[in-house]
Each structure stands twice: as structure tokens, then as C-alpha cells.
């Protein structure tokens, strides 16, 4: 691994940082989640009617997924409180020091026609859903080659990854990382970019868990940690 240092590195990571705080603590980020409820099947959600009658501060939105034993469309709502609880004992998320070291680059190749792969999620109670893979990602890493999943998230290669520093100085269930095009067939994971997936701020995330190919043998010590509180907060819910 190796990878030159500079100070428009440093000062690009620290400006994705401040964005992050930004995101996770805006009234519909992942702190603000309060709720997220399943309607029954093949009930359409009703925006106006849900509503109604909130108090200040709350917003509510639909969302949608496929039923893992129907295959039909599940419809839900979500409820984002910007004086949530979890976003008034929030401190920080704490981080590896940047290090230019864990600015990988490696080789893209697409899958004609993409794939399907199944990724266990955290909610599911060991059930899976399949997200579209469009590529490998084939990079090498401490002598050790990998050849990695990343979805397609709206347009964007997200890359669910697990390492030996889960559940002991990083979330328990693995970090997400987004993979930037270089090329038409290369692509850069920067770690020190990595960072904890929505269900570490909020319990009404259902996340997705990193594959067996997507886990890494040594510690990836760059990236987010896990989110401080105040107030014994996290130790609470």
C-alpha cells in the first residue's frame, strides 16, 4: 500500500468530514430518523394524511423495497425528528488521522449486463436482498489480492467492507465507502473516506453487511470510527 501524501489531500479530507457532520446532523439525516414504518401489503402511503397534526421539527417521507418472499414492492414511511434525541446528545464522529497510505487504486472491469449479489442485511434476520453489481474491482492490498463487490447506489459503486477493527474501534457490522471512477477501467477506494453506515446513527436503518469477498484481513485503520454522545446516550439505545 502506498500512495504520496499532500497537503490538497488533507485538506480535501477534512473538508469531506465538515460535509459529513453537515449530512448526518440535517433535520432528514441519519440522526433525525425516528421512525421508519411498514405499511401492510399492497397499501399505498398517504403522505398528507401522515402529516397531519406533527408537531414542529418533523418531517415525514415514503420509501419503498422489495418484499424478500413476494418480490413485490413493500411501501413505508419514514419519520425524521430534527430535535431528535439521538441529534441533541450527539458530539462527533470520531476518525483515523488521514493517511495517504490507504489511497488504493485498482482495476475495474464491468459484468456485461451487471449481476445480482445477495447481501445479508442487518434487520433481516439472516434473509438477503439482491443489490446490482455492474463490475469487479480487483486491487491489491498488504500482498493480499481481493476482487470486491461494490452496488450500484443511484449511480454510484458503494462498497460495503469489513475489516478485523469491527466491533472493537469501528461499527460492528462493517463501513461503507463510495468508489471514485479514475478511468474507464480503474477506480480509487480512499479509506480514510470510509465511514459508518446509517443503522450506527439510527436503529431505523436496515443496513446491508459486507459479502465474505468484501472483508479484509488486516485492520483498515483510516475512515470514521464510531459516533460519539453525550450522556452515556449510545450506552441507552
Known sequence: ??????????????????????????????LALVETRWLPAGELPDLDAARADLPDGVTVTALERTDMVTGEPEHGLRFWDANSPALNAFER???????????????????????????????????????????????????????????????????????????????????????????????????????VPPCGFSDQYNCPMPPRQNRFHLPVEAGEKLPVFRDGFADQH
Open 1 to 30: 500500500m502506498s500512495a504520496p501524501g499532500s497537503d490538497s489531500g488533507m485538506a480535501a479530507w477534512q473538508e469531506w468530514r465538515a460535509d459529513r457532520r453537515l449530512s448526518v446532523t440535517a433535520p432528514t439525516g441519519n
Open 93 to 195: 464522529v470520531d476518525t483515523f488521522p488521514y493517511d495517504p497510505a490507504w489511497v488504493l487504486d485498482a482495476t475495474y472491469t464491468p459484468v456485461e449486463g451487471a449481476r445480482s449479489v445477495a447481501f445479508e442485511h442487518l434487520r433481516d434476520n439472516g434473509g438477503t436482498r439482491d443489490k446490482v453489481v455492474p463490475g469487479d474491482i480487483a486491487v491489491t492490498v498488504d500482498g493480499t489480492e481481493y476482487t470486491l463487490s461494490a452496488f450500484d447506489d443511484d449511480g454510484t459503486l458503494l462498497l460495503v467492507f469489513g475489516d478485523p477493527t469491527n466491533g472493537s474501534g469501528t461499527y460492528g457490522a462493517g463501513r461503507f465507502l463510495f468508489v471514485e471512477h479514475t478511468g474507464e477501467d480503474r477506480v480509487r477506494l480512499d479509506f480514510n473516506r470510509a465511514f
